[in-house]
């Protein structure tokens, strides 16, 4: 095996590129930007491969991601953050990750077991094999996968994508045993592992210790769900009341209102500013019918008559607590009585551990580990995920793993333990006033979602897809922040201020040495100044964006010269316009007899010496195509115009028509594209045809 | 900043017709600056001959592109020293002053000018520029409110304004303001309009004999030191 | 003692009456003596133009030695354009020497507005320092510092723009063309009484004839033109829209008239001390202002 995928996370790279905040904030440190450019340009499959590169399960990640990114998201200065997760799911699913199948090579003779299949212990096990290490897997319930199938209700993550990974991992041939509850790791030992990742989870329901807490008919939440997860359809009754705040009290509400409670209702001692479950599954919920009682919590329970009758006191909000959030202090003399069938605690789990184990156990129950090499107290022994952290997030788990499985490669081959390369921090501040003023306001785009109706009777996915346009116009607004431009030549810059002047976003400055600086915190990378610096001492960070046009541009002249089809029209077309997602995108997929279309990331990136090559390569015509009203930029139009006007008084000083070159779609959007481009292909072959005839009269 | 600008293709490809490798020269000073013959240029240009060559079908040109810092220093030129000998002409894309030092660098290779070199001058705006110095040698500069009657009256006099204004712009040129107009307006804010109501004689063009030099090292004699 | 016929009558308090004949592109000077012989007794001077609005004609000094020989009393027009100090001073030498008296000192039109956009613009002077140079000629000495066998005696003149629309650097430039030795001027065409009146209530003050310009309008398209495309000529909406309103083919009627009241006006008002009146290229229509301004019988 190639250790492409290993290199690819201790090195990232971005050629100059800064990283971007999102990245910083995945525990992961996923290429976001890559792949949402990706997305943006419509190349999914290319934007899978990035996702992939970095995330062992994109998949069960483009379902369940909080998405710390998105709380980053530098777009949410302007207006809202991009939906990076969702446009993660896009790409999983219009890039066939279904599909994908992977394949690894036994190398090492060092086996590992990993007890625990939750998302720690599937990564750790997909890296460690990656490396060329057996591994095996040992899973104590039914079903491999953790919290991922006993935790996570279906319809926010679908059974059958576990089932995908967990079955892409065996391929790979990693061992999975279920049904397997690890008593003793000596016993490990004795059947020749050579170290361990444990990765148990936190599982155990915490009790609220209030009296008749252990009646019928009180569950706790972790409990109830995995109940519901694994096949099981536990009997509420018709009220349910729901212990908690957190994620793990909105999904146990949701399944119950799914398993046909008809009034479901959260109980939570704070109110819903400090409620830590994510805002968005709270208003799923509150769509679903589910009532809530803030400031409330119980005190008490008593069966009664096969129901319960729950006593509560009310709460109010005193000072801030260690964590931040306000302690709720119990209002004297105001208990009330509420009766439920069913009462889900859900105010927290820990790990259970098995003595034997012989761990060192910290606080809440979680095994005690060095942070850098996730080793325990115990020779060879790692540990991660939610037994070490308690309860947390998927993409938490499975940097974890990842972590994990490295430090166990470095534990048996002998390697002094590094942490992972660079602390991931982004150095890029907070935008400026006045770019944020400049940049075009566009709102975010949500997936679809199935209406609350459907949603309520079956444990079908809530969350629908996004279709191609919607994904691609969710992607273009990404601020590409860190992406942006650099006088990477400092040598030739002349300080003329042509990057300050054409700026749309204010960008550079000139510092106290009098020399000018173009801030990677501020650039929108829309390449402006690059196309336009009389020295070219200005590129664009990703390296890729550099070469960009000139190969599209070389890849379409050497296709074309092959087709031999006449006359030859090259169009430079906006990858976000319509030829990406527009009226003419099938027109390029397909290809027209004679024209080529060179697809261009924004098209006031164009210089005129692309326009110039296609001509000298045999251009009959060429046409720039922007994206009319959507484009996300204010003066594309204006630039593209001028090396339009520069380019045609060459072409008429040479002798060509300056009506070879034109320009659609700039600053609004052609009534008829496919028409006015087949007048287009039309006058061009009328002035092809004149040529030859006129050079025919010459000889 | 001197600014120039480029010479049309057809006028360029006419100079370099006798000569089949010609080295395309930007200079990486002012006509950078200016957009004439920085870099970028060099490679418009470039393209542009290429096209030029390919659509005509009578091109038998190969084209090489450079750009030095600063076409009027030798020192820089030293750097073209083996490039000059893979070629059969150079097209200097520097200003007049560039074109001659090349040549004076290189006595045995054509050197042809890129650009018609126009004015010494400023950037008004993105892609806009004005002149502003006509290097008369004799700045009057202090009388005029900082604004000079020489280089932008189009008729360079020197007493107070032609009858000719108009809306505060010049006869020659409705877009382009009245020197005159700006500089009684800018001695009126200064409060120094007794500077406009002097006269001024006829101007000394005995400061400019052609060409100019100016000497600022000391003529000492070594070995004699103190004198 | 008097230089000349005109310098004599400026002295004396009399209505000056000066007009203005555009010498001929071309060699045939026919109809411009034609002109000089119809004007030269009704008018108290003739200016020749040199090169008017930057356009190539028949020479200023040619066109001054023709009216000399027809008897008249001749201006010579000398912009600082097309020659420079060494031509200038050469053509005064020569017109002196052939009895022409009266100068008329201009710093001259933009080349820019000519028949000739290509040249070379000479300013080595502007009109303050022509001025000057030539009253230096007639101290003796040329402008180099050299001693003149000879030196001439000039009447001189030169123009104002009272209607200007910024006028304050105008004054500064007027005072500077007193002080440089300027006898009388001729302003720019005149359209609004009013600014002239409020020009003369400064220009009161300075030992100089004022002689407002009179243009003849034929049209209310020439009027139009005007303000768009010739230096520094402003004709008011008034008079356009007077010019404006008459039949076809009547227009150049009209512009006599309009002219005709102005000169009338400032005389009967005193307003200034003459008028100069410009034709534009209808100098024989001249007689016909004066008699419709009551002004013929004047001088005879």
Known sequence: MDNYQVNRIKEASYGHSIIPP??????????IGEYVDL??????????????????????????????????????QVDEPIAIRALKRFAVEFGGDRMIELEAVTTQSEKVAVVGSGPAGLACAYYLRKLGYPVTIFEAYSEPGGMLRVGIPQYRLPREVVDTEVQRLTHMGVEIKTNTRVVSLDLLFDMAYKAVFITVGAHQGLRMGIEGEDSPGVIDGATFLREVNLGLKPSLGDRVGVVGGGNVAIDAARAAVRLGAHKVSIIYRRSREEMPASPSEIEQALEEGIETMFLVTPIRVKRENGHLNVTCVKMELGEPDADGRRRPIPIKGSEFNTEFDTLITA?????????????????????????????????????????????????????????????????????????????????LGELSPKTIEMIKKIERLEPPFLPPEARVNEFTTVELIYDWQSAVNEARRCLRCGMGAEILFQDKCATCLTCLRVCPYHVPYIDDAGSIQIPAEQCQACGIC?????????VLRKPYDRRHIDEELEHALKSAAESKSKPLIIGFCCQYGLFGTGALASLWREGKAGIWIVPILCVAKLEEVHILRAFEMGAEGVFIAGCGEQCSRENTAFWVLQRVEKVRKVLAQIGLEPQRLQTFNLR?????????????????????????IKQEVRT | MIVAEQKPVEEIRQVIAP?????????????????????HEVSFLHSALQVAQARSGDGIHSFLEYTVKRQCDFEFLDLLTDKVKEVDAILSLGCGIGVQVVAERFSDIPVLPGVNTSFMGMAKEWGVWDERCAACGDCRLADTAGICPITRCTKGILNGPCAGTKNGKCEANKDMDCAWILIYKRLERLQQLEKMRRYYPPRNFRVIPRPRRIVKKADVKVGKDNG | MANSLFEEKLSSNEFLVTTEIGPPKGADVSEMIHHIDLLKDKVDAINVTDHQSSVMRFPSLGGCLLVKECGGEPILQVTCRDRNRLAIQADLLLAYSRGIRNVLCLTGDSIDVGDHKEAKPVFDLDSVQLLKMVRQMESGKDMGGNELKGAPHFCLGSSVHPEADFIEPQLIKFEKKVAAGAQFFQTQGI???????????????????????????ASARM????????????????????LANVEKGKGLQKGIEIAARLIKTIREENLCHGVHIMAVGNEKIVPDILEAAQLVSVHQ
């Open chain 1, 22 to 31: 999102c990245q910083a904030a995945c525990p992961l440190h996923m290429e």
């Open chain 1, 39 to 76: 997305v943006a340009q419509g190349k999914v499959m290319e934007a899978l491969q990035v996702i992939r590169d970095g995330n062992p399960f994109p998949s069960i990640c483009a379902y369940v991601c909080t998405h710390p990114c998105e709380d980053a998201c530098r777009r949410s």
């Open chain 1, 347 to 427: 105010i927290g789990q820990a790990p259970q551990l098995s003595e034997d184990f012989r761990l060192r156990i910290g606080r809440g129950s979680t095994i005690q580990v060095d942070p850098v090499t996730l080793t325990t107290n115990r020779a060879g022994v790692f540990a991660g995920g939610d037994a070490v952290t308690g309860p947390a997030t998927v993409t938490q788990a499975l940097a974890s793993g990842r972590q994990a499985a490295f430090r166990i490669d470095d534990y048996l081959q002998h390697r002094y333990p590094l942490a992972d390369t660079g602390e991931k921090k982004s150095s």
């Open chain 1, 530 to 538: 690059v196309a336009e610096c009389p020295a070219k001492a200005i």
């Open chain 1, 668 to 692: 609004i959007a052609e009534a008829d594209a496919a028409e006015a481009l087949d007048n287009f292909t039309e006058q061009i072959g009328g002035l092809y045809l004149n040529s030859i």
């Open chain 2, 19 to 39: 000569y089949e490798r010609v080295l395309l020269l930007g200079c990486g000073t002012c006509v950078t600056v200016c957009g004439a013959g920085g870099e």
């Open chain 3, 191 to 217: 359209f609004d009484l009013a600014s002239l009146r409020r020009f003369m209530q400064y220009a009161s003050q300075f030992p100089v004839k004022i002689l407002a310009g009179i243009i003849v309008l």
């Open chain 3, 223 to 242: 009027a139009r033109y005007m303000n768009d495309s010739v230096p520094g000529i402003i004709v008011t909406q008034a008079i356009i829209d007077e």
